[in-house]
C-alpha cells in the first residue's frame, strides 16, 4: 500500500504537449516549428527502449528537426563581443578581428574607392585605393586588408589620403588605353568613375602605352587586355568558385600580366560570363551585351 502511494512522486514531473505527456528532462522548445516535432508521438509514457523502431525512429527524427530550426531562429547563436572604434572622430560599434575597415565604412554609408576588393572573393589589397589615414599619425592603411581594433581611429578624407589615392590612380592610368568613347563599358567603369573624382589633370608619364596579346574565353566573351588594371578579381573567382586555375598573374613589375600559361592563349572554362560580371573596367565584356541590352529596353 505504502509503495502504491509513493510511486507517483518517484516518477519524474511531467509537461503537457500536443500528443501527449512528456518527461520534464526532455526540453521542450517553444513555438509552432517545435510543436509540430511531437505531433507524431502518441503514447503518454517515456520512451525507454521497449517502442518499435518506427517510433524510435519518429523520436530521432522529431528531436532532430527541433534542433535545427531552434538553431535556425537564433536561439542559440554566439553573442560575440562589440567594441568602438572611431571614424572621422565618430564612435562606431564593431566586433573586434572580425570585420575589416573597408566592411564597416560601407556600413556606415562611407564611400571608398576600391578595385580589387568584392565580398564574395578573398582579400588581395593589391590596388591600395581604399587606403586610410590612422588619425594623428602619417601612417596609411590599406581599409580592405585591416581588421578593426578597439579604440583604433581612421581618417578617410584627409588631404594625404586624397593625394595617394590620386597617386594610385595616375599609376592604374599609366598603360590604360584612352578609349572611352568605344569602351563597351563605357558610363559602368569604376575606373572612369574614380578617374573623375581622384584623377589629375596633368599626368607626369610621357612614356608609350604597353600592349598585350589578348587570349580567348569562348565565343561570347570579348578579351582585351591592354585594358586590365590587375585587379585579379577573375582569377580569384576561377580559382576559389570555380576552381579553375587555368588563369592567373604572370610576370612580375612592369611586365606582369593577367595571362595563362598555355602557349595557344586560350582558356576553356563555363564560368566565363561569372568573371565577366565581376571585372571592374571593360577588359572583359560579352560581345552581345547590346543586343541583349536592346531587347530589355524594346520589352
Known sequence: ML?????PLAAPP????RGGLVPSNIVVASGASARSSF?????NAPYDGSQ??????????????ASIEIAAAGM????????????NKRPVEIIPHEENLLEILEREGIRVPKFCYHPILSVAGNCRMCLVQVEGTQNLIVACATAALPGMSIVTDSRLVRDAREGNVELILINHPNDCPICEQATNCDLQQISMYYGSELPRYREDKRANNDFYFDPHTRVVLNRCIHCTRCVRF?????????????????????????????IKTDHAHGAVQLCPVGRLSLEDAEDVNAIADAM
Not at 505531433?39 to 503514447?43: A, D, I, K, Q, V
Not at 518499435?52 to 528531436?63: A, D, I, M, N, V
Open 3 to 7: 509503495r502504491r502511494l509513493l510511486a
Open 14 to 17: 511531467t509537461t503537457f504537449a
Open 39 to 43: 505531433r507524431s508521438f502518441t503514447t
Open 52 to 65: 518499435s523502431p518506427k517510433q524510435g525512429e519518429q523520436l530521432r527524427t522529431g528531436t532532430n528537426n
Open 76 to 87: 542559440y547563436a554566439e553573442h560575440k563581443p562589440r567594441a568602438i572604434m572611431f571614424v
Open 238 to 266: 576561377l580559382n576559389e568558385h570555380a576552381q579553375d586555375f587555368n588563369l592567373g598573374m604572370i610576370g612580375r613589375g612592369g611586365l606582369s600580366e593577367i595571362s595563362t600559361y598555355m602557349d595557344e592563349l586560350e
